[in-house]
């Protein structure tokens, strides 16, 4: 059976997250449907990263065995003429190797979270940032990420309920950057814990207004209790934007282990 890597682009908004609920509609029931109507098969696409409710992608990436081989250029281009009208397109579409896993070949994910940092709310992007009205301090917000860049124990910036065996994580890049009224949060790491970039935004949010310290995020950190988190960052504002993969695993680029940050 032909092996295919898909690389997806979604709007979040709609959707109860990428995983198959029982009662609501999903980016992967979206998807395998689609592929119901182009080949006749149902089957399980598996993903690289499982976002969460209102969570967008730019660079998702999945993959799904075919019964039959199809073109790539088919397979991209029927899947988008049957998910039309849902905010769900197929950026491109690869055969690969029977090796190649989305999730279990992935060597680092990518997510960027964006705060649009103004006092009037956004019009035309009001799904795909924070509004935060009060004043922040992107390059305090940035010093204060350092703190958490490295390998910890992330306990007080994982959901209750995150089924990851470890609170271990590594976290390769934590960036805040301005540009004009827009602050944008990178995140870079092998794996996340479940909720974890939104926990990290949220507090990175209250260090930049001043109502924490950078020493705040650090006791934080050290505290190990999810308690000791600041509010969480909403959803719509995060994207998983890439996932990287190694050459041989049937990926130049692009887009989480159990990852639902």
């Known amino acids: 059976m032909p092996r295919y890597k898909l690389v997806i682009e979604y709007d979040g908004t709609p959707f109860a997250g990428w995983q198959r609920q029982a009662n609501a509609p999903s980016v992967q029931q979206a998807i395998e449907e ?35 081989s199809w073109r790539p250029d088919t397979v991209r281009d029927a899947l988008n003429a049957h998910l039309k009208p849902l905010p769900v ?4 579409a690869a055969e690969v190797p029977a090796s190649f896993n989305a999730r279990m070949s992935a060597v ?25 009205p ?15 860049v490295g390998r910890h124990d992330f306990t007080t910036f994982r959901a209750s309920e995150c089924q990851a065996d470890s609170p271990i994580r590594t976290l390769d890049r934590l960036d805040v950057t301005r540009d004009g009224e827009i602050i944008a949060v990178e995140a870079s790491a092998r794996s996340f814990l479940h909720s974890q970039v939104r926990s990290l935004v949220g507090t990175l949010v209250q ?4 109502r924490w310290s950078i020493a705040d995020v650090r006791r934080a950190l ?40």
């Open 89 to 92: 397109a197929i950026l491109s």
């Open 108 to 132: 680092k994910r990518h997510y960027r979270y964006r705060i649009l940092n103004r006092r009037a709310p956004a019009a035309l992007e009001r799904n795909a940032v924070w509004h935060v």
């Open 207 to 210: 260090a930049g207004n001043g």
């Open 134 to 148: 009060w004043a922040l301090d992107a390059e305090i917000m940035h010093q204060a990420a350092q703190v958490l």
């Open 34 to 68: 689609a592929f119901q109507r182009f080949t006749g098969e149902d089957l399980r696409i598996q993903c690289a990263g499982r976002t969460d409710a209102g969570v967008h992608a730019t660079g998702q990436v999945a993959h799904v065995d075919l019964a039959r």
């Open 222 to 261: 050290e505290a190990r209790q999810r308690s000791a988190c600041a509010p969480l960052a909403p959803p719509q504002g995060l994207a998983l934007t890439r996932v990287d993969y190694l050459a041989d695993e049937g990926a130049e680029q692009s887009v989480d282990d159990d990852l639902q940050a």
